[in-house]
Structures are given as C-alpha cells and as structure tokens.
C-alpha cells in the first residue's frame, strides 16, 4: 500500500520547493495546481462546463485564469459554481495518480487540504510554514503579485496557527539545506513506520 503524505501550505511559505525535493528524492507528486492547468487546457475535462458557466472565459479551448478570476470578483456566487465543475475533476485526476502509484509513498500537494476538510483522506500531513513577513516578501516578488491580490488570497486560507494544529508534520522553510535535511529525514521516518 502507497502512504500518502498530503502536502499543503499558504501561498509564499515554499511548499512549491519542497514538493519539489520530495521529487528530486524519487518520490511520485501530484499536484492540485497542475492538475485544474490540464483540466484548463484546449481539450481538458473543465472547459466545456466553464465555457458554458462563463463564456468570456474560454478562447481557442483554453480557460483564462485571469478572466475567471474577474468573473469571480464580479459575481460573488461565481466561485461557488466553478468550484462545483473542478473539485470532482481534480479529485478524479487524484484518484488516478494514487490508482497508477506503485511507490511506497506519494505526496499530494494541496493547497487548500485543511480548508477542504482533506486531511482525513491521507495517512499524514505536512504543512510547509514560514513567518508572515518573509511569506509577504516572497509573494510579493511575484511577477504581477499586488498586495490587494495577495490579501484576497490569504483571506481564502486558513489561518497558519489553526494549520499547525491539525498538520501532523510541520516543516518551517527559513533555509533551503535545512528544509532539504528535514524532507530526508521525513522520508526516512515514514518508511521506518510504515514498512
């Protein structure tokens, strides 16, 4: 049986990098994000149902992100109503890749696993975490980032502190070597318990 780490973080805290250092371990990743871009691309699961909920959105068969997120801000019930199209297809794509794992432990990145209740659906988590004044630096670095985008973005998610207390693991990217040392080590840790 696969175990499966599911892997969340606010926008800013380096959960990115560290899905990415699970990767360079030799470990499978799916990721949330990555799976709405296929299912918003010319021929992806989402965009005829968008095309018919917000036709401005879709060109050549591609969603634009950006007009959503105007649709979004204009009609307040917008949100609700894609999320009703993409959450089963996203999950539909998760259950897939958990389907098609062969290795001993797969990692989910989920960026809204505890605003979604999700967390009950993995053997253990991992919150990548970081303090709020180098998480506003870094997202505001961003290519496009303003600071009314970035406050709209933490007013979806859940608070950092009520994170930490149903993360089951919690990593603090501060240093890259040391939050590369702390994925070893987790690594490690999982397969000694879960062998």
Not at 125 to 135: E, K, R
């Amino acid at each position: 049986m696969t175990f499966r780490l599911g892997l969340t973080g606010s926008i800013g805290m380096g959960k990115s990098t560290t899905a990415a250092m699970f990767t360079d371990a030799g470990l499978p990743v799916w990721d949330a994000d990555s799976a709405v871009h296929r299912l918003y691309q010319p021929g992806g699961a989402a965009v005829a149902q968008i095309s018919a909920l917000c036709p401005a959105a879709t060109t050549n068969g591609n969603v634009s992100r950006e007009t959503l997120k105007v649709a979004i801000a204009a009609d307040p019930n917008m949100l609700t109503k894609l999320e009703a199209i993409v959450h089963p297809l996203v999950a539909a794509d998760r259950a897939k890749f958990i389907a098609q794992t062969t290795a001993d432990i797969a990692i989910l990145d989920i960026p809204l696993l505890f605003e979604k209740s999700s967390q009950h659906e993995f053997h253990a988590t991992l919150l990548v975490t970081a303090p709020a004044d180098l998480q506003r630096t870094r997202v505001l670095q961003r290519p496009g980032m303003t600071e009314q985008h970035f406050q709209t973005m933490l007013a979806r998610q859940m608070p950092d502190a009520e994170k930490r207390a149903l993360a089951t693991h919690i990593v603090e990217t501060l240093d890259l070597s040391a939050t590369q040392a702390y994925v070893k080590v987790l690594i490690a840790h999982i397969r000694a318990r879960h062998a």
